[in-house]
Nanobody, 125 residues
Framework: QVQVVESGGGLVQAGGSLRLSCTAS????????MGWFRQTPGKAREFVAA????????NVAGSVKGRFTIFRDNAKNTAYLQMNVLRPEDTAVYYC??????????????????WGQGTQVTVSS
């Protein structure tokens, strides 16, 4: 199974930017779809974005479309989430996840079987 570790969270003012990184180890990184989810206390985990194995196709949630971009560098075993024009409602713990060995890039978190510990993103108004 692949293991993933997130980094890059922090505190930023509304309108600012952050880039999250997700570094994987274990099995072949390019065999896995990579996804980002987020969660706030008392709420269900929310899909943010996913990218296919080659990096040429992605799926981004409507709530962040046009502001967030997901991309990956298979040579570095790393996936990224570039977050621009951040809003206070983007405040959450962000999780990276590796998909099962397949092609699914949708929002069902049951299709992702390796999760990181999460990184906190806080956007102040």
């Amino acid at each position: 199974q692949v293991q993933v570790v997130e980094s890059g969270g922090g505190l930023v003012q509304a309108g600012g930017s952050l880039r999250l990184s997700c570094t994987a180890s274990g099995r072949t990184f390019s065999d896995h779809v990579m996804g980002w989810f987020r969660q706030t206390p008392g709420k269900a985990r929310e899909f943010v974005a996913a990218i296919n194995r080659s990096g040429y196709s992605s799926n981004v949630a409507g709530s962040v479309k046009g502001r967030f971009t997901i991309f990956r560098d298979n040579a570095k075993n790393t996936a990224y989430l570039q977050m621009n024009v951040l809003r206070p409602e983007d405040t959450a713990v962000y999780y990276c996840a590796a998909g099962r060995e397949g092609y699914y890039t949708g929002p069902d978190d049951r299709e992702y079987d390796a999760w990181g510990q999460g990184t906190q993103v806080t956007v102040s108004s």
